[in-house]
């Protein structure tokens, strides 16, 4: 019988405990297509945060480290530096790698460390039931901006891809979604994109994923698919924020 | 006899633990320790090593975290404010059962304090330091070889026990220059099956992680590392006695102090104070059943530490407070003179007879 569908190698049996709608499972899946299409699971590293995804190490299937929140990627590069042949990713949320460990995110891409991040956006904080982030939109109600968030108070969300991609280092940062079915196709693309460049020692190598959080946003799933079109991308416009690899050819 | 070279002491702890198979280094620069990091910046470029100065002490641990994870020798080092950012990563790596070697070269404190040595870190090394329940094995060098000899034991210890050790050195002995031997090193081969090199589909994946959800498995690992602590606590302990033969009274100093000190005793004994000396050389744990034993034939104590006096506590708490404990002490970035430490003890022989 000819198999047309099956759960990629580079995940385990566990099952995933994220809320209904959640498009964290969506993006798990594309990190592991890309680790079996790549061959690389038996080299591959990849580093959990502190936020929903935190026990990410249990669904990867590839050895993992659980990382203090915001230090994925410093404890990354201590990964790489000391197995430079591995293949090292980082999963974070919004306020782990835009809040508490914007330090270590923006010095990783300037070192441009040989490591993949994968940067969960969906503008809230999960794991402690929705709490405003630094990706929270103006007027977004969340527990800690009840009134929408005060932009005189708060000040504007973080865009990180663009704020990464004004460094000199960085090697790829693009911003995907997975809201549909062919923005779901990019983001496979990029994330495949993101670990081929390391393992080509390309360097870092950042792709943002907007996603959704039905159940701290009060919607249902399908609404929150919407929101994601209506509100989140006009703000964060989706596409190839840098890719050397792109200008080199440019260049030739 | 290998040759002996005149070292400055954060020197020779970068040497030392070149020699005991140390390749990756992170940090960031404080007084008074960055002979550390600059000694690191120049060697390991050489022998194929990572030398790599971090973005601040937090990124700095978390790096060592990652390295250590892997299962090979990873070193960083601060200064008493630098210490303690980077507890909250220590906590995390003592949580996962990893082993590195961290350490503070203390400055006086609190807050931004100043950069003169101090030993006023002795709570934060020796008790924890970062949140929850863990210990360190901490290690008090007191002269340029023992900063040398006591790296490399750091490095084996940690391996064994799967516990991060702490140098805790200061400003003193990391600045000032003696003659030092450093040794050739065979590093303990210890097994890690538990790293994270990667699975190369041959077994199931292995994670590095101190999360437990479930209360009663959390608890379990706990009681565990407790079990290890409390072997390191039978067979790990290090002291030194000096004239403690015949004392009636004990003077309790480690690192710099104790150096201070063994001239105090000296000056003494030639006044006809029958006085000696114990130095811990482990911090934790701490040499308790040598001080209670002096205790059962000394009159009383006096500890000579760089702090407002914080071993002392564990002095009192190691001899059931059987006997008199005074405290001599200078802090803020002071040393106290053999001559203060001397009056110390006369006036100890005197009050207590």
Known sequence: MKTVFSKPKALTNAPLHYCPGCTHGIIHRLVAEAIDELG?????????????????????????VEAAHGRAPAVATGLKRAMPDNVIFTYQGDGDLASIGMAETIHAATRNENITIIFVNNAIYGMTGGQMAPTSLPGQVTQTSPYGRDVSACGLPIKVSELL????????????AVNNVKNIRNAKKAILKAFK????????????VVSTCPTNWGMTPQNALKWVDEKMIPYYPLGVYKDKGAEEKEDK | ?????????????????????????????????TEIAAYMAKRMPKIGGTFLQAESEIAAINMVYGVAACGLRVMTSSSSPGVSLKQEGISYIAGADLPALIVNVQRGGPGLGGIQPSQSDYFQATKGGGHCDYHLIVLAPASVQEMA?????????????????????????????????????????????WAVTGTKNEREHNIVNSLYLKPEILEKTNIERYERYALIEKEEVMYEEFMMDDAEYCVVAYGI?????????????????KVGLIRPITLWPFPADALKKASDKVKAFVTVELSM?????????????????????????MIPTPEEVLESIINLAKEVK
Do not use: W
């Not at chain 1, 460049?197 to 943002?208: P, R």
């Not at chain 2, 104790?258 to 005793?265: C, H, I, L, P």
């Open chain 2, 1 to 33: 006899m290998k040759d002996k070279v005149l070292m400055k002491g954060n020197e020779a702890i970068a040497e030392a633990a070149i020699k005991a198979g140390c390749r990756h280094y992170f940090g960031y620069p404080i007084t008074p320790q």
């Open chain 1, 197 to 208: 460049n390391q393992t080509e020692n390309k360097g870092f190598s950042l792709v943002e």
């Open chain 1, 165 to 176: 991609a004004s460094l000199d280092a960085p090697y790829y940062i693009e911003r995907v």
């Open chain 2, 257 to 273: 102090a104790s150096r201070v000190s063994k001239n105090a005793v000296l000056k003494a004994r030639a006044e006809g104070v």
């Open chain 2, 149 to 193: 000899d006591l790296t490399i034991k750091g490095f084996d210890l940690a391996d064994k026990y799967r516990v991060p050790t702490m140098l805790l050195s200061d400003g003193t002995l990391g600045q000032m220059m003696e003659p030092v031997e450093l040794p050739d090193v065979t590093p303990v081969k210890v097994e890690k099956p």
């Open chain 1, 40 to 64: 690389i699971l038996g080299k591959t590293v990849g580093v959990a945060p502190v936020g929903c995804s935190v026990m990410a190490y249990d669904y990867f299937a590839c050895d993992m």
């Open chain 2, 309 to 333: 006096g914080q071993m002392i506590e564990d002095v009192r708490l190691a001899i059931e407070c059987k006997k008199p404990v005074v405290l001599c002490n200078r802090t803020g970035g």
